[in-house]
């Protein structure tokens, strides 16, 4: 598994085994945001220092304007009359809304992946 993939299946960067949430579905809005403090495979502490999930703030706002640009572009190819722009700020709001706590995970992630390097020889010790 490289990096990528352990980003997208959020599983831990050190070791690519270990989940770094509690529980998988990101929709469980109690437990959405709930992280292991430290790899159940590794032992690796996720948090390296306080505030250290501040960036994945900017990986989030990177995966919006991603999303703003291409809901833009995706309106104006398929919708010839410009009247229907309430509608495109309602959808786009609601599918940010929707996508909201995969992105929040996945950001998170990529946050991790970015700063940790992958070590095999730690997978399975804690």
Not at 9 to 35: D, S, V, W
Not at 100 to 115: E, N
């Amino acid at each position: 598994m490289n990096k990528v993939e352990a980003a997208v299946q959020m599983k831990c960067p050190r070791c690519h085994e270990g989940e770094i949430f509690e529980t998988k579905n990101p929709y469980n809005l109690g437990k959405m945001t709930a992280m292991h403090k430290n790899c159940p495979k590794c032992g690796l502490r996720y948090e390296r220092e306080s505030g250290f999930f501040y960036g994945a703030m900017y990986v989030s706002y990177i995966f919006n304007i991603a999303l703003f640009v291409t809901a833009t572009v995706a309106y104006y190819l398929f919708f010839e009359e410009r009247v229907y722009w309430l509608w495109y700020i309602l959808g786009y709001v609601a599918l940010t809304f929707l996508l909201f706590p995969l992105l929040y995970r996945l950001s998170r992630s990529i946050w991790l992946q970015v700063f940790i390097k992958y070590e095999p020889d730690k997978s399975g010790q804690k």
